[in-house]
């Protein structure tokens, strides 16, 4: 499994964005849960939101919650997450997870992608 985020940059405050993880290597790819997380510098990773493999949103992150939502759509092995009113403090490096199940820690995922940078300035 072969995951790519993508979407990021730069935007002011109060913009939006939508990241898109893309999922390639030859396999079922709604056999997995996928997760978003972030990492902004210093701080350690954290779970910001996710979608199981049917299609249903999981909780987001109460940092997140109603600015951000995930979506997928399996005929295109992708997974969106669109972010709404952004904020300084989201600035952060975006990262995709499959996994099994889906989950809210980071350890029980299988799969990364290398990430993609966002930047909100005030």
């Known amino acids: 499994v072969q995951l790519q985020a993508s979407g990021g940059g730069v935007v002011q405050a109060g913009g939006s964005l939508r990241l898109s993880c893309a999922a390639s290597g030859g396999f079922t790819f709604d056999d997995y849960g996928i997760g978003w997380f972030r990492q902004a510098p210093g701080k350690e990773r954290e779970y910001v939101s996710g979608v199981d493999q049917r299609g249903f949103s999981t909780p987001s992150a109460a940092a997140v919650e109603g600015r951000f939502a995930v979506s997928r759509d399996n005929t295109k092995n992708t997974v969106y997450l669109r972010m709404n009113n952004l904020m300084p403090e989201d600035t952060a490096i975006y990262y995709c997870?499959?996994?099994?199940?889906?989950?809210?820690?980071?350890?029980?995922?299988?799969?990364w992608g290398p990430g993609t940078l966002v930047t909100v300035s005030s």
């Open positions: 997870a499959a996994g099994a199940s889906f989950s809210t820690v980071a350890a029980t995922y299988n799969h």
